[in-house]
C-alpha cells in the first residue's frame, strides 16, 4: 500500500510544486512527504529540475531576445547607411546642376586674339575661316547693310570653356560671307574691332556707288 502511495505522490508532485492541486490533494501530499524520505528527495529533485528548466526557458527567451535586438541593430544601421548613401547621391546631384547651371550662365567674350582666326579660302562669292577656340562656344553675326561691315562675337560660357572642351575639337571651320552685300568683317570684343577681312578697293568701290534701299537689317 505504501509503495503504491509514494507512486501516486510522485506522479502528482509535478502539479503540487506548481501549486495547481486541490487543497484535499495538498494536505495529503504534505502529510506523505513528512513521512516519507524517498518521496521527500523526488520531490526536492523535481523541484530543483522544474527551477532549472524555469531558468533555462527564460535564459533562452532573453538570449533570443538579445539576437533579435541585435538584429534590429543591424537593420537599423543597414537603413541609416543607405540613407546617408542616398542622402550623398542626392546633395552631389544638386551640387553638380548648382555648377552646371552657374558654369553656363556666365558667359564670356572671346577676343580676336583668342579665336585664332585664320581664313582659308578667299575667293569670288565666299570665304572661309577657321577658328581655334578650345573647347564648344557660340557666335552671333550682325550685318550692317548701309555699310557692308558684318561684326562677328564670338562668346562661350564657363562651362563650355573649361568643360565641354573636353568632348569638342579646337578646329572649327566657318560658314561663307557672301561677299557682294560685305565690305569688312570685324570681330568685336567688348567695343574693340579687328578686321579679319576686308573686300579688295575696286569692290569696296563698286559697293559703295551702288544704291542699297533694302531696309536695314
Ligand atoms: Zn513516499
Not at 523526488?42 to 533562452?60: A, F, G, I, R, W
Not at 561684326?151 to 572649327?172: A, G, N, R
Request: aromatic residues 10%; hydrophobic residues 35%.
Amino acid at each position: 500500500m505504501e509503495k503504491i502511495n509514494c507512486n501516486v505522490i510522485q506522479d502528482i508532485l509535478p502539479l503540487y510544486i506548481d501549486d495547481v492541486v486541490s487543497d484535499d490533494t495538498k494536505e495529503l501530499v504534505e502529510e506523505h512527504l513528512q513521512n516519507c524520505e524517498i518521496c521527500q528527495r523526488v520531490y526536492h529533485e523535481t523541484k530543483t529540475d522544474l527551477e532549472n528548466d524555469m531558468k533555462v526557458s527564460v535564459q533562452t527567451k532573453e538570449s533570443s531576445n538579445e539576437a533579435n535586438d541585435l538584429k534590429n541593430f543591424r537593420k537599423f544601421l543597414k537603413k541609416r547607411k543607405i540613407k546617408t548613401i542616398l542622402l550623398s547621391i542626392a546633395a552631389t546631384i544638386v551640387c553638380f546642376v548648382a555648377v552646371f547651371m552657374f558654369m553656363n550662365k556666365h558667359v564670356t567674350y572671346i577676343s580676336y586674339k583668342d579665336a585664332g582666326i585664320t581664313i582659308i579660302e578667299d575667293n569670288k562669292d565666299e570665304v572661309t575661316y577657321r577658328t581655334n577656340i578650345k573647347g564648344n562656344y557660340r557666335w552671333r553675326t550682325s550685318l550692317d547693310r548701309e555699310t557692308g561691315v558684318m561684326t562677328i562675337h564670338f562668346e562661350q560660357s564657363l562651362w563650355e570653356k573649361y568643360v565641354s572642351c573636353i568632348f569638342y575639337p579646337y578646329d572649327h571651320i566657318h560658314d561663307i560671307l557672301k561677299k557682294d552685300e560685305i565690305k569688312e568683317v570685324y570681330v568685336d570684343k567688348d567695343g574693340t574691332t579687328t578686321t579679319i577681312w576686308e573686300a579688295p578697293e575696286e569692290e569696296q568701290k563698286a559697293y559703295l556707288s551702288e544704291e542699297h534701299t533694302e531696309p536695314l537689317g
